[in-house]
């Protein structure tokens, strides 16, 4: 089963690739950059596997940059607090 095929598998992925970035001094701007790429390549380039990542891909695709930013942030905040 990938990560992608399940919305809080995914967050935990995320999570745990989050605290490895921040243990080696990356900041908040920094990972917030790289969580707007990675959103980039998943909107273009992988279908959404589940509801959650369907509502994520059309929030992103019709976003402008700065909202990008913002849904970016708000993404990295979400993984956070996934237990």
């Given at each position: 089963?990938?990560?992608l095929d399940n919305f809080d598998s995914?967050?935990?992925f995320l999570k745990g690739r989050l605290q490895q970035a921040e243990e080696?001094?990356?900041n908040h701007d920094t990972l917030t950059n790289l969580a707007a790429e990675v959103?980039?390549?998943l909107a273009e380039s992988v279908d959404a596997k589940t509801p959650e990542e369907e509502v994520l891909k059309?929030?992103?695709s019709?976003?402008?940059e700065?909202?990008?930013q913002a849904l970016a942030s708000a993404m990295i905040k979400l993984v956070?607090?996934?237990d």
């Open positions: 089963m990938s990560v995914w967050k935990g080696n001094g990356i959103g980039d390549y059309e929030l992103w019709t976003a402008s700065e909202e990008q956070q607090k996934h």
